[in-house]
């Protein structure tokens, strides 16, 4: 499924500010097929909340799937969310 450029950059920046005042860190980042990966950590009640907002954006079919697995941190993201491109 193909989603205009605005509507993309709409739901990236509603989901970093979700982060941002859920106190989450970590990193979404773009891939070379169009799909992003977000790597998050945080308190699981926190964690759980951003995983719904994504829910709310697959419901609203402004995502098109997402997967959840929890992860081995590799790096230390803390204090941030960033989105790379």
């Given at each position: 499924?193909?989603?205009?450029?605005?509507?993309?950059?709409?739901?990236?920046?509603?989901?970093?500010?979700?982060?941002?005042?859920?106190?989450?860190?970590?990193?979404?980042?773009?891939?070379?097929?169009?799909?992003?990966?977000?790597?998050?950590?945080?308190?699981?009640?926190?964690?759980?909340?951003?995983?719904?907002?994504?829910?709310?954006?697959k419901d609203e079919n402004k995502v098109s799937?997402?997967?959840?697995?929890?992860?081995?941190?590799?790096?230390?993201?803390?204090?941030?969310?960033?989105?790379?491109?």
């Amino acid at each position: 499924m193909s989603y205009p450029h605005t509507e993309v950059q709409m739901v990236r920046q509603a989901l970093e500010q979700q982060a941002r005042d859920l106190g989450i860190e970590g990193v979404m980042r773009r891939r070379e097929d169009s799909s992003y990966d977000i790597i998050i950590s945080g308190a699981k009640e926190r964690v759980d909340t951003f995983i719904e907002a994504i829910a709310h954006y697959k419901d609203e079919n402004k995502v098109s799937a997402f997967e959840v697995e929890a992860a081995v941190k590799e790096r230390d993201y803390r204090g941030v969310f960033r989105v790379i491109e």
